[in-house]
């Protein structure tokens, strides 16, 4: 069965500093990988995804994800934090060829500090 | 385009209460359909998911149930409230077809006093 692992269950950074979160999978084959963000009180949405391909994904609001084969990673980065993107970040798996439901990390809070 | 939505949106309820949480799905058809359960500073524990009217599978044994009378329509249940089932609860949907990407609502959060 699948894993995913969220090392950071909190990040502080500074408004405008860059942004590196952190997710670590485990899986014999190849995974389909998401990101998603969960504003407080709200449901989650969807960041960005990885199926195959380009191993460097971009999605919304100036997100980006490397998936890293030899690493087994998929880490979240932002060049430029701003303070709206406070919020809890969750890194899910999916099993290709497996059971269609996606494993979702234990999330990371990002605190932005001004 | 395709939306989903939850209600109510807050519920304050009493141990021994029943329980009632709606979901439904707009803009597509056969959508596989799953319940979640949020508790304060953890992550997502799946209850329940379905991948067609009638068909329900449970995640983790507990004194909630689910059902799917309607295609696009979930609803989540208890007959007794424990203090335990508080939290935020999250519906979500997937087109189905082994395509893993879900899309959430926008949650009910529940206090059980």
């Known amino acids: 069965a699948q894993?995913?692992?969220?090392?950071?269950?909190?990040?502080?950074?500074?408004?405008?500093?860059?942004?590196e979160l952190r997710c670590n999978y485990s899986?014999?084959?190849?995974?389909?990988?998401?990101?998603?963000?969960?504003?407080?009180?709200?449901g989650l949405q969807l960041l960005?995804?990885?199926?195959?391909?380009?191993?460097?994904?971009?999605?919304?609001?100036?997100?980006?994800?490397?998936f890293k084969r030899s690493q087994s990673s998929f880490n979240l980065r932002k060049p430029s934090v701003h303070w709206s993107d406070a919020a809890e970040y969750f890194c899910a798996?999916?099993?290709?060829?497996?059971?269609?439901?996606?494993?979702?990390?234990?999330?990371?809070?990002l605190i932005v500090h001004p | 385009s395709q939306t989903i939505h939850q209600w109510p949106a807050?519920?304050?309820?009493?141990?021994?209460?029943?329980?009632?949480?709606?979901?439904?799905v707009e803009g597509t058809s056969?959508?596989?359909?799953?319940?979640?359960?949020?508790a304060a500073g953890r992550g997502l524990q799946l209850l329940f998911y379905s991948?067609?009217?009638?068909?329900?599978s449970s995640e983790v044994p507990q004194n909630l149930s689910?059902?799917?009378?309607?295609?696009?329509?979930?609803?989540l249940s208890s007959k007794k409230l424990l203090l335990s089932d508080s939290g935020f609860y999250l519906c979500a949907w997937d087109p189905g077809q082994g395509s893993y990407e879900q899309y959430f609502g926008p949650g009910t959060r529940l206090t059980v006093t």
């Open chain 2, 10 to 24: 807050t519920l304050v309820q009493p141990v021994g209460s029943p329980l009632s949480l709606e979901c439904t």
């Open chain 2, 30 to 38: 056969n959508p596989n359909l799953y319940w979640y359960r949020q």
């Open chain 1, 27 to 42: 899986y014999g084959a190849t995974p389909y990988l998401f990101w998603y963000v969960q504003s407080p009180g709200q």
């Open chain 2, 66 to 75: 689910a059902s799917r009378p309607q295609d696009r329509q979930f609803i």
């Open chain 1, 3 to 19: 894993s995913v692992t969220q090392p950071d269950i909190h990040i502080t950074v500074s408004e405008g500093a860059s942004l």
């Open chain 2, 51 to 56: 991948v067609g009217i009638g068909q329900i």
């Open chain 1, 48 to 66: 960005l995804k990885y199926f195959s391909g380009d191993t460097l994904v971009q999605g919304i609001k100036g997100f980006e994800a490397e």
């Open chain 1, 93 to 109: 798996v999916g099993a290709s060829g497996g059971s269609y439901i996606p494993t979702f990390g234990r999330g990371t809070s």
